[in-house]
């Protein structure tokens, strides 16, 4: 019978004591799924599918959800559709994932999820109101992005720019696919209009820089262009859940504070019952676009691995040294060795 060395228990102290203990409501919320058997072949697993990345169902497919725009009297509210299941998702809607991709300047992650769920321009009247003076087909063309994002911020703080300005605001640019945003030469590669709170706009009898004050005064982030143009986007305020989700740590800034609040709450444990061993690692319930945690465990002797971004496994163990590491958003959090006699 196999049982767990001191330097186990001594190993799980240590996990308990660098992570804390997550409460017990958070550990049961963090892995709704049951937990399994892994492979009686370990060594022919990879890495495991996150949650969530199962083959979509029609029901997915067609989509469940609206998002309504504030148009005076009538409300409207196109639907909006998953996006990773969307038929016209192609090339050209691979959005980076600024928790992993190095190109990321480093501020904001939370500010530049990738889009959840898009509008289908297909199936929408660009020439309906999306508020009060604008329509969406101001913001939104099919050439730029059949798929598309417009964020409520954009109409809301438009139209009290419009009262700043007193006159009308030409809007030049808006929404743009990704693909579409790579083929415009000098843009930005994590351009705000791939995000759907950013125009272009021109005010007749205002110069860029008057139009630059109007715009930072409602909140926007603005940038002049010598040919009459600004560029006025809402990066300062949280991403549009109904497009984007709920931000999973809002009020957290930079990506090593994210990385530390989700480590932070993270317990491991290792238990061992006849040949059976039990690793399991728990910690705040996670949201869909956020940093994924996974980990894997090493057989120093044989070589044999195990990953798994779920949650727990449950598997027969060959005796032997092994190293255990966590990393969240790919980067290794905890590194620490079992061993198992
Ligand atoms: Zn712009």
Request: with cysteine.
């Amino acid at each position: 019978m196999q049982k767990i060395t001191e330097s186990v228990v001594l190993f799980v102290a240590l996990m308990m004591t660098s992570f804390g203990c997550a409460k017990a409501s958070e550990a049961s919320n963090f892995n709704s799924l049951p937990s399994k058997p892994v492979s009686e072949s370990p060594e022919l697993r990879g890495p495991q599918p996150a949650i969530g990345e199962q083959a979509p169902t029609d029901t997915q497919l067609e989509a469940l959800l609206t998002v309504c725009y504030p148009t005076p009297g009538s409300q409207v509210c196109p639907k909006v559709y998953a996006l990773k299941n969307h038929p016209l998702a192609n090339s050209d809607y691979r959005y980076r994932d600024p928790f992993t991709d190095p190109s990321f300047p480093g501020a904001n992650p939370e500010r530049y999820r990738k889009p959840l769920h898009v509008l289908d321009l297909t199936k929408m009247n660009l020439s309906l109101k999306a508020s009060k003076n604008f329509s969406f087909g101001e913001f939104l063309s099919v050439s730029k992005g059949p798929l598309a994002i417009l964020s409520r911020i954009v109409l809301e703080r438009l139209e009290l720019m419009r009262t700043d300005f007193g006159r009308g605001i030409q809007i030049t640019s808006g929404y743009r696919s990704p693909g579409y945003n790579s083929g415009i030469s000098g843009s930005a590669a994590w351009s705000r209009h791939m995000y759907g709170d950013a125009v272009d706009l021109v005010v007749s009898g205002f110069s860029v820089n008057g139009m630059k004050r109007v715009c930072e005064g409602r909140g926007g982030f603005a940038l002049t262009y010598e040919d009459g143009h600004v560029h006025c986007d809402w990066r300062t305020v949280p991403q549009d859940a109904d497009f984007f989700g709920q931000s999973s740590k809002s009020g957290l800034q930079t990506l090593a504070e994210i990385r530390s609040a989700l480590s932070a709450d993270l317990v491991i444990e290792f238990k061992q019952s006849d040949s059976i061993g039990h690793l399991s690692v728990t910690g705040e319930s996670e949201e869909e676009g956020s940093l994924t945690r996974e980990w894997k465990l090493r057989n120093l002797e044989s070589g044999v691995e195990y990953f798994s971004s779920d949650l727990e496994i449950v598997t027969a163990l060959e005796p032997g040294p092994y190293s255990v590491s966590v990393t969240v958003g790919q980067a290794l959090v905890s590194e620490t060795e079992i061993v198992v006699e």
